[in-house]
C-alpha cells in the first residue's frame, strides 16, 4: 500500500511540474504579444505591465528548477522520467529568457513610444505573432509529444529569420535617407532581433522535445 502511494505521489510531482511549465509558457506567450501591442499602439502604461511581468517569469524558473532538482534527489528517475526532468531544467531556461527578451522589446517601446512614429508597424506585428506561434507549438508538442509538431517548429524558423533580415534591410534604408531616423530605427533593429531570438529558444524547445520523444539529438546538425 505504502508503495501505491509513492508511486501516485511521484506522478503528482511530475505532474505538477509539467502544469508548471505550461503555466510559465502561457505567461510567455502573453508577453510576446503586450510587448509588441505596447509599440504597436504606443501603450507605455501596457509596456511597463509586460517588463514587470518578467518577474514572475524568474519566480516560475526558480520554482520549476526547484521541484525538478528535488524529484531528482529523492527519486532518483531513470528511463523516460529522467529525460522529461533534465530536459523540463533546460526548456525552463529558455522560457526565462523569452520573458527577457520580451522584457526588452517592452524597454525599447516604451522609449520609442516618446518620440515621432517612423514608419508603421506591419512587419513586426507578423514577426511577433510568427514567434508567439512557434513558442505555443513547441509547449504543444511537448504536452502531446508530438514529433512531427516539434519539427514543424523547427523548420518555421527560417521565415521569422528571413523576415528579421528583410527588417533590417529596410530599417537601413531609412537611415541612410534620413540620418534624424538612426536612434529610432536603431530601437526597432533591436526590436526584430529580440523577436528572431524568441523563435530561436522555441526552437531550442522543439528540438530538445523530439530528443525526449525520439531520443534524437538534432541540435547542430550540421556538424554530424
Known amino acids: 500500500m505504502e508503495r501505491n ?3 501516485k505521489k511521484y506522478d503528482t ?4 511540474i509539467r502544469s508548471l511549465l505550461l503555466e510559465m509558457g502561457g ?4 508577453m510576446i504579444s503586450t510587448a509588441i501591442q505596447s509599440l504597436v499602439e504606443r501603450d507605455s502604461a501596457l509596456a511597463e505591465h509586460t517588463i514587470l511581468a ?3 517569469i524568474n519566480r516560475l524558473e526558480m520554482l520549476i528548477d526547484e521541484k525538478c532538482l528535488e524529484v ?3 527519486r532518483q528517475p531513470a528511463a523516460s522520467d529522467l529525460r522529461f526532468l533534465t530536459l523540463a531544467l533546460k526548456i525552463v531556461t529558455d522560457l526565462e529568457r523569452i520573458g527577457d527578451q520580451c522584457a526588452s522589446t517592452a524597454r525599447r517601446a516604451k522609449e ?11 512587419d513586426l506585428p507578423r514577426l511577433a505573432e510568427f514567434a508567439r506561434a512557434m513558442v505555443q507549438e513547441s509547449l504543444d ?5 508530438d514529433a512531427e509538431l516539434a519539427a514543424k517548429v523547427c523548420g518555421n524558423d527560417q521565415f521569422v529569420d528571413d523576415l528579421n ?3 533590417q534591410r529596410d530599417l537601413l534604408t531609412y537611415m541612410m535617407e534620413d540620418p534624424t531616423s538612426i536612434q529610432r530605427a536603431v530601437k526597432l533593429i533591436y526590436i526584430s532581433k529580440y523577436l528572431e531570438r524568441i523563435s530561436d529558444h522555441a526552437r531550442n524547445i522543439a528540438e530538445m522535445v523530439i530528443f525526449m520523444i525520439k531520443g534524437e539529438d538534432i541540435r547542430h546538425s550540421a556538424l554530424k
Do not use: C, G, M, T
Open 27 to 30: 505567461k510567455v506567450e502573453l
Open 13 to 16: 510531482e511530475l505532474q505538477e
Open 54 to 56: 518578467d518577474l514572475e
Open 141 to 145: 508538442a511537448f504536452v502531446k509529444e
Open 112 to 122: 520609442l513610444n516618446d518620440e515621432p512614429l517612423l514608419k508603421p508597424y506591419i
Open 5 to 7: 502511494h509513492s508511486i
Open 72 to 74: 531528482l534527489a529523492r
Open 165 to 167: 533580415i528583410q527588417l
